[in-house]
């Protein structure tokens, strides 16, 4: 269990990473929420980003890494910083796999 939470953090490092270069500002790691902890908060002008980190080992269970409910509280806790910081808000999972490799895909 150890092993994989430093995994996870990595992960949110290389995650972190490719953001700042493409000019997001962090705002905050681990954000907790009345509806879900959020893996990274980041801004790019008048827009946040709300991104949850994943592991991959095979990508066919990409589906599963994410379970609808945990879906469902990660736009609740969008909508509520949306209302909290009055600013539009983009929701993305982040899947990254053993080769280090970024999969994003936009929450709807």
């Not at 609740?76 to 910081?85: D, N, S």
Request: glycine share 4%; aromatic share 12%; with cysteine.
């Amino acid at each position: 269990m150890y092993c994989e939470h430093l995994k996870g953090l990595r992960y949110e490092q290389i995650v972190l990473s490719y953001y700042l270069d493409k000019n997001w500002i962090l705002l905050g790691q681990r954000i907790k929420t009345p509806f879900a902890e959020v893996d990274l908060l980041l801004k790019q002008g008048k827009l946040l980003k709300l991104i949850e980190v994943k592991s991959l080992g095979n990508e066919a269970f990409m589906n599963y890494r994410i379970r609808q409910r945990q879906k469902e509280r990660l736009i609740k806790a969008g909508q509520f910083l949306h209302f909290k910081w009055k600013m539009d808000v983009e929701l993305e999972i982040v899947f990254v796999d053993n080769q280090e490799e970024l999969t994003i895909i936009p929450l709807d």
